[in-house]
């Protein structure tokens, strides 16, 4: 039987049989409900017959924040628009409260009259509160300038841009908030993709002869990353140069920050596109220097740079340090690095990640404990770039997504149609997890490029038990990058508050650690982005707990 036919025979299967046990071949892990919930919304990459613009096959992204602090996660997702002829202007973003009560989900369109709505080349977002006042700003990525929206309470966005002097005019991708100086403010910063015009643009065929996109190699153009640092009265200054960000360029799609050496200073990660990927590990005196290569993280196992999508971190393998998982190309396998003091090896193929991931495209990606059970599964947001002969949909460019169900060793087992409900196709880009309804179980939202967003509600049967956690500084603030440990039967297990990973997209800051069937994560731990450790004993599971920094011991 053919891959494309065992797939689609799979999801009969799935469709069929709804009542399995958790991780079965038949068991629903999703249910897609965007339509249903108010969540409409459909990409536009702006593509006209016989034309093909690079960055209309890239956007765009999705993120996930309480934008009117009423405790519920709202969901902003990014446009793209119609690229005109010597523009590259058009659709508005839109920001959907979450109205959802009584277990259902449920949102609303805030409208033009919220401020968020803006109308570049969208491409992603970055969400954290850079000014301090408590309510989650938005910075979003565009061909052309990008736009810093801050957040003047219940759900109203102002552009403030020109002031902050973070209007970076490049191609940008994914973008992330972190205090890299330990100041105690959120600096940014930006990946870029290509130095790319319309005037410049290339055509390029595949291998039938048809037009199709260019490979990013085609236009040897990479571009430098930005690194704004925030002076703490509302402006940045680029310190690209001083830092070290800007000594080599690169084609940047994808970002992480993390402590990956465990010396108290927050590293960089970018996923770059054909070209090696770049580890900027934090000196700690204001500047970076890329370590991918020494590291091990640069290429794959066999020296191979790879198409650098999404990224995922998390501690996979519960040994405190933080893993990296880098989404490819078709034809590549994904990339998984485990870390070992700052020390990265090339897992791919030992944890089942080889052979599953190469046929698609990932993109949007996360390593999330989906089903409770104190492992970490991995989600994929699949679809091409180029177009290929075997067809999911009648779009050319869509292909189904992936879901693996992840276990000891590490080791990750795929579960047929992405645990979907019913067949849901698309071209996935950008990917943001979070727990939407408040049930202690990871929702996503997909954003997919010229079609529907999904919203695919996390309804696995049979999920272990959960405690949640809200990091949060003295004054109530969410802290990116406060790490928790805790002891969950016989295992130690760390995670990290961090909003910026996936592709092009921003996630919930609040933990979720699934306890299998445990009810009590103990012995827990928290150390704070500033360096200081605090111990809050144990904590009972069904609930997020508020743990607030200088509250512990």
Known sequence: MSGTACRLANLGLLLACTGC????????????VAFDAGLEFHHHSGHEPGRFWMPEIMG???????????????????????????????????????RSEGGGLSFEDAGPHSGAGDEGYGMGVATGDFDGDGDVDLYVTNYGPNVLLTNEGEGRFRDVTQRAGVGDAGWGTSAAFVDYDRDGLL???????????????LTCHDKLGRRDYCNPDNYRSPAFDVLYRNEGDGRFSDVSRESGIASKPGTGLGVACADFDGDGWIDVFVANDLMPDVLWRNQGDGRFVDVAVSAGCAVDEYGTSKAGMGVGVADVDDDGDPDLLVGNLNGQSDSFFLNADGRFADRTHIAGLGSVSRPFTRFGLGLVDFDGDGHLDLFEANGRVNMQGNDYSGDPYAEP?????????????EVPGAGLDRAAVGSGRGAAFGDLDDDGATDVVVVNRDGPAFLLHNVVAARGGWVG?????????????????????????????????????????????????????????????DGRRESFGGRGAGVYHELRRGGGL
């Open 60 to 98: 765009g992204g999705a993120a996930l924040l309480d934008a009117d602090g009423d405790g519920r996660l709202d969901v902003y997702l990014v446009q793209s628009g119609t690229p005109a002829a010597g523009s590259l202007a058009g659709g508005a973003n839109r920001l959907f409260l979450n």
């Open 21 to 32: 046990d958790s991780g079965g071949a038949g068991t629903r892990w999703f249910a897609e």
């Open 187 to 201: 600096d940014l910063f930006v990946t870029n993709y290509l130095d790319w015009t319309v005037e410049g643009e």
């Open 469 to 529: 956690f809200r990091l949060l500084d003295e004054e109530g603030r969410f802290l990116p990058h406060a790490t928790l440990s805790c002891t969950v039967g016989e295992r130690r297990v760390t995670r990290t508050a961090r909003t910026a990973s996936s592709y092009c997209s921003a996630n919930d800051p609040r933990v979720l650690v699934g306890l299998g069937g445990e009810g009590l994560a103990e012995d827990v731990e928290v150390l704070w982005p």
């Open 401 to 413: 997504d992936l879901l693996m169900r992840g276990g000891a060793g590490p080791r990750f087992t």
